[in-house]
């Protein structure tokens, strides 16, 4: 070989080996992860029926496509069993660390389940897709940047973790975060928060953060991830056009007297077919399966369609906004790989052993079948019994026996809320006002505008004299906690509490305090304001047992005929479900919608009856001056006019004592702005 072929050749390897190291920088042209998946991905045979390449179901692809979508920032799936989820989030993982080069962090419920995961799932999908070679060279060796805790990826990183301790969340910064089997978490990790929570401050400071959480939902009430699946801004059903009418429908489990849903006759599975709500038409698996490709995914109102490539529109094809937060439900019946008889044959011993005596069956066919809650006994309220049996007095004008205002609020992404209830004696109710102030919590207009209300807003009293409110209770769940300690801390005098529903085991109603420190606007208080955690549970079984009182008197609940439909529904939106479990028997609230402020933002009020003492026995004498003060004994009872007795100075108070003699009416506060307005 001459000097000119071995120069050759050194110039080839010297190319090679420039172009290897300069990849490291190359920008990889777009693609989603249906399409990397389509393209890269393999099913091992360690964790799949059958081993080969994946073509991913018209269903699942729209879901990778969200996945993938950097302006998604969370993605719930209420799910049952058979989906291929699991498939999903494995993508999900090789996408984001060969396409993406992103941080990811993946947690199982326990430290075994993610022992379990990581051998069964993970490894050979590292080992079996070609391009993950690419970006984990150390991937058949035993290697410090390989282990059952961490993969370190060319350009990325891989955690994966247990949910069981609190110190798995800590000390890792991400762009990924990827929660699996959510409901099998605990609630309160180590009493430091809910995995949601923990996981998502992991991605707080990414450029393209990213939630993603998958779960078979368990014991309604106490699951996660249908909590998660009401709070999404829209949850979509997968919908295939009827092969006869071809108007769109979800695949549901119906009922027998449903008009939609499986049918079967005389406890045959065979039979088994599927209900058009439209045109009343049965069909069967093999007419679901040849349009299910021309499936989309739609959301409650009908308004937003999601297509197989990941495209927004409406029903007309017109582009919408990318929602922030979506979810998903998706049940056993879309699976290709599951016969429709089969559902059938598992419900029909599921029922066999119910009627037995053996709910457990049925339990794990709802959950991992349906991909629904098991619903243990519920108590539900109407919310038009509410409505009917309310009352023609208007808001904002106080009855006669209504003495005291209290005022629970709740923030919300884009505006404050506020619910005024009067008091009387023995805890009677009656419901006052509800406004809405629109803003940003994070700015600092929507507080002032709030502040002249809770400060400032006096209302008449049908005696004649006028009252202000007492005490307030503001929400500081959610994005926007550092703003409400702010706001109560400045307020403590004037009785405005910063409040928390409890996470973990409520003992009363007032269920504890907790000092804390914030920064809003840029400063730090050095002597944080109290957070008081509120036993909404119990708050709410209170509520409940007073709307049982049929006549007006000590605690019942007067409800205005003015207050709006969607005001009754908010009052009514939350079941008390009680379930069996292994620590016994519990029961907790749990929401029937999304919108449910006004029962939350009344469980606050009643928790200031408990913070302000109100029924203890030395108060007696308190309301009775408040009732000498507001609705002063008429001499004439033919006066026109009554007059109220003079006014005595109020006591001087701290923030944690309720004032010793009723708090007298303020001068009302001028607003400056009118961004608040009546509901």
Not at 19 to 39: C, I, K, N, Y
Request: with cysteine; charged share 25%; hydrophobic share 35%.
């Amino acid at each position: 070989m001459d000097l000119s072929e071995i120069a050759r050749l050194a110039e080839a390897e010297a190319d090679r080996r420039l172009q290897r190291g300069m990849s490291a920088w190359a920008v990889p042209e777009p693609m989603t992860l249906d399409e990397w998946a389509q393209e890269h991905f393999y099913l091992s045979a360690e964790s799949s029926y059958v081993e080969q390449r994946w073509t991913p179901w018209t269903f699942q692809r729209a879901i990778m496509a969200c996945i993938s979508n950097d302006d998604i920032y969370e993605i719930d799936l209420k799910k049952s069993a058979r989906v291929g989820y699991t498939k999903i989030l494995l993508a999900a993982v090789g996408y984001f660390a060969h396409h993406k080069r992103r941080n990811q962090a993946l947690w199982q419920p326990t430290d075994e389940d993610r022992d379990e995961f990581v051998k069964t799932e993970l490894d050979p999908m590292l080992r079996d897709v070609p391009v993950m070679r690419d970006v984990l060279p150390s991937y058949v060796s035993r290697h410090k940047d390989n282990t059952l805790q961490a993969k370190k990826f060319i350009g990325s990183m891989l955690h994966t973790k247990g949910a069981k301790a609190a110190k798995n969340f800590r000390r890792i910064s991400v762009d990924v975060a990827e929660l699996d089997e959510v409901d099998a978490m605990d609630r309160d990790v180590e009493k430091e928060g809910d995995p949601f929570t923990l996981a998502a401050k992991r991605v707080e400071g990414a450029t393209f953060p990213k939630v993603i959480v998958g779960s078979t939902p368990k014991l309604k009430g106490f699951s996660l991830v249908d909590e998660r699946y009401t709070l999404a801004d829209e949850r979509f059903t997968f919908q295939i056009p009827c092969p006869h009418c071809g108007e769109r429908h979800a695949l549901t489990w119906g009922g027998k007297d449903e008009p939609h849903g499986l049918k079967f006759t005389d406890r045959d599975p065979a039979t088994a077919r599927h209900l058009c709500p439209h045109c009343a038409t049965l069909i069967d698996h093999g007419e679901y399966l040849a349009v299910e490709s021309q499936g989309v995914w739609i959301n409650e109102d009908g308004t937003i369609w999601l297509h197989a490539d990941g495209r927004f529109t409406t029903p007309a094809g017109d582009g919408v906004p990318t929602p922030r937060h979506i979810a998903f439900h998706v049940w056993t019946a879309y699976s290709p790989a599951v016969s429709w008889a089969q559902i059938v044959r598992e419900f029909l011993a599921a029922r066999e052993a119910m009627e037995r005596g053996d709910e457990t069956k049925m339990k794990a066919w709802t959950n991992t079948t349906r991909g629904e809650c098991w619903e243990g006994e519920i108590e539900r309220t109407d919310a038009e019994e509410l409505k009917q049996r309310a009352e023609p007095f208007k808001i904002r004008l106080l009855p006669r026996d209504c003495l005291l205002l209290l005022c629970g609020a709740d923030t919300q992404g884009n505006r404050l809320e506020a619910q005024v209830w009067g008091y009387g004696l023995g805890g009677q109710m009656w419901t006052i006002d509800h406004r809405v102030f629109f803003g940003n919590p994070a700015q600092e207009d929507v507080w002032l505008e709030f502040e002249e209300f809770i400060l400032g807003e006096t209302y008449q009293h049908a005696s004649g004299t006028t009252q202000s409110i007492y005490a307030t209770a503001v929400d500081s769940g959610g994005h926007h906690a550092d703003a409400v300690y702010a706001f109560a801390h400045k307020h403590r005098a004037r009785r405005v509490y910063a409040v928390k529903g409890s996470s973990g085991v409520e003992r009363s109603i007032e269920n504890g305090n907790t000092k804390v420190g914030f920064n809003w606007q840029g400063k730090r208080e050095k002597h944080g304001p109290t957070l008081w955690h509120v036993g909404t549970n119990l708050a709410k079984d209170r509520l409940a047992a007073r709307l049982e009182i049929t006549q007006p008197g000590p605690g019942y609940v007067h409800l205005s005929a003015d207050n709006t439909d969607e005001w009754f529904r908010q009052l009514a939106a939350e079941d008390r479900v009680t379930v069996r479990t292994q620590a016994g028997t519990q029961s907790r609230w749990t929401p029937n919608r999304k919108r449910n402020e006004v029962i939350d933002m009344t469980a606050y009020a009643i928790w200031l009856e408990e913070r302000l003492d109100l029924w203890a026995p030395k108060r007696k004498r308190w309301w009775s001056d408040l009732e000498e003060q507001v609705q002063p004994t008429i001499e004439d009872l033919f006066g026109a006019n009554p007059q109220p007795a003079p006014q005595r100075p109020a006591a001087q108070t701290s923030a944690s004592e309720p004032a010793s003699a009723p708090l007298l009416p303020r001068p009302a506060v001028q607003p400056s702005r009118k961004l608040a307005r009546a509901w």
